[in-house]
Structures are given as C-alpha cells and as structure tokens.
C-alpha cells in the first residue's frame, strides 16, 4: 500500500460529489457503444476541474497495484486521468509515469502508437478509463501497450456502468476495479434529491 498523505474515504466522497453534480445527467443518450442510455456520465467535467483532478488522480492512485511503474490510457478520455495520478504520485515513494495511447498512429515522424517517456519492455502498466460500459476501449489500450512490449495485468475506471466491461476484462485475464459503479452514484443521487426534497 502507498503512503497515501491524504484521507482517502474524503477524497473518495469529494469525488463522488464531484461525478454526481458536475458529470451525471439523466435524458435520452446514446453511448459510444451505440446503446441507448437513460443516463449519460461525461467525467471529463470532473477530471479537468482542479479538484476533480487531484480526487481522480489520489483515488485512482491508491487503487495501483505496487508494481505498476507507469499508467496509461485510450486518448481523449484517459489523458487527464493518467496525467492526474502521475502528477499526484511524484512526491511519493513510487511514482508512476504517464502514457497515452493514440486512436491512429501518429501521421508524422516517428509514427508511434503511444506517448510519453520511453520506458524499457516489461514495465508494469495499467490502464485506466473515465468510464467503462462494454470495455472496447480500454481493451484496445491494453493491445496496444502489449503489442509494444509492456506488461499490462490492471484496468481501472472511474465509473463503471455495469454493463459488461468487468467480464470482459475477466476473460481477458485482466484485475479490474472501478472507484465507483452506477449503482453508487444513483444510489448518491437520490440521497440527495431526498436532502432538497
């Protein structure tokens, strides 16, 4: 375990909050995936908010296995995150540096999946995500990382929507852990309609 210098059931009810007024909304959506949604979680409203950045990163931080060396993720929606948790883990013991996988390689120059510091084959990466409903995108992630040499044994999420993304990692031979599920922040959501009812 980290020495986290924070307390972490604080940052883990800030950020909760934080998702709960600032990224929840309710209507008509339609997902990534291509399903439709009551509910719609944009966490980028949390994660490029000063205080959503430092709760993401110390959260999600204390969540790392020991052995990771470095995070990473599938641009757009990993990059502040894995920003947050390398910056929140430089004063520490262990820190961990930032990786962000590209969608397409890059049209110039060295053409490469992955940016950020060179870091030698074998390294301990996980992958972290905003928020998980099938589990595709973090999953192209952990191909690319591996595909370029690195060990990636970790995916973990903001917000998990319950929707197939832990069994998907499962049968991929991936740990997988949300900060917290759906079921969390509607559960939040109504204790607080009922607060200002």
């Keep these: 375990m980290f020495d986290l210098g924070f307390d972490l059931s604080t940052a883990r009810a800030e950020l909760l909050d934080l998702v709960v007024t600032r990224a929840y909304r309710e209507g008509d959506f339609t997902l990534s995936s ?15 908010h ?4 430092l709760r993401t990163g110390q959260v999600l931080r204390s969540m790392l296995k020991p052995e990771a060396e470095a995070v990473a993720g599938l641009t757009l929606g990993a990059d502040p995150i894995v920003t947050a948790v390398s910056v929140v883990s430089a004063s520490s013991e262990r820190p961990v540096s930032a990786l962000i ?8 120059g060295t053409q490469a999946w ?18 998980v409903t099938t589990g595709q ?3 192209k992630a952990v191909e690319r990382l591996r595909a370029a ?33 759906i079921n969390d922040l509607q559960a939040r959501v109504r204790q607080q309609a009922g607060q200002h009812s």
């Design 34 to 48: 291509g399903q439709k949604s009551s509910y719609y979680v944009n966490c980028k409203e949390v994660t490029l």
């Design 137 to 139: 995108s973090a999953l």
């Design 149 to 181: 040499g690195y060990q990636v044994q970790q995916v973990l999420t903001l917000l998990d929507r319950l929707q197939g993304g832990a069994e998907l990692y499962a049968a991929q031979g991936l740990q997988f852990a949300a900060a917290f599920t």
């Design 114 to 131: 992955i940016e950020g510091p060179q870091l030698p084959p074998g390294t301990q990466v996980a992958v972290l995500e905003d928020v």
């Design 101 to 108: 996988v590209r969608k397409e390689p890059k049209g110039h």
């Design 50 to 53: 000063p205080q959503g950045a």
